[in-house]
């Protein structure tokens, strides 16, 4: 056994540990840091696969943006843990059915005939870039699906703003063309007034 089996067996343990965890947590900031810790660990096993490009990514974009955004939500509600646990046991079966679901279809989808189980790790060149291979993968073979994720991801974007949307009564906006077409007259009076000396002060 060599180090990176060795390397692959802690990185796999950490996120079977710490997914456990986020769905075990009585402390919603302890189940998003545990979430962290999987999307870390996660990361290693990419750089494993000489996948650097991917790793940074999820570190980056998920743990270091989304995650961070999770734990400022989590820690700004005020989330009532009593009442989030009522019915966790009336969902149990539909859980446990569909991790069993899930946990069957990682099972064959790793013992088909068209993975490369059983194969010997191809060693590249000290010149390889993934980050290349990638992008020439996404932008000539699957391009079309590509395209369609991307349209998907924005119709969801701009369908969750439509939804969060609120049009308030006594809310103000600017309008330009009334701003444009303002004259002098209408926003500046001049008053006279009569001047007061120090006598008439006192």
Do not use: C
């Not at 979430?35 to 990361?43: E, R």
């Amino acid at each position: 056994m060599n180090f990176e089996t060795i390397m692959f067996y802690v990185f796999a343990a950490l996120i079977i540990f710490s997914a456990l965890r986020v769905i075990t947590a009585h402390n919603p900031v302890h189940a998003v840091l545990f979430l962290v810790l999987a999307f870390i660990s996660s990361a290693g096993i990419w750089i494993l696969l000489e996948a650097e490009f991917l790793a940074i990514t999820l570190v980056l974009v998920y743990v270091g943006a989304v995650m961070v955004l999770f734990l400022f939500v989590v820690m700004m509600l005020d989330i009532n843990l009593v009442r989030l646990r009522e019915g966790i046991w009336r969902w149990l079966p539909f859980g446990a059915a569909l991790a069993g679901l899930m946990a069957f279809e990682m099972i064959w989808v790793l013992g088909s005939s068209g993975t490369s189980g059983g194969k010997v790790a191809i060693k590249h060149a000290a010149d390889y870039s993934n980050t290349k291979e990638l992008g020439r993968l996404i932008y000539t073979e699957y391009v079309y699906p590509f395209e369609i994720a991307a349209v998907l991801l924005l119709v969801a974007m701009v369908a969750a703003i439509a939804l969060t949307l609120r049009r308030r009564k006594d809310s103000k906006s600017q309008v330009v063309a009334e701003q444009v077409a303002v004259k002098k007259a209408d926003r500046l009076r001049i008053v006279k007034m009569q001047a007061e000396s120090r006598e008439s002060g006192k």
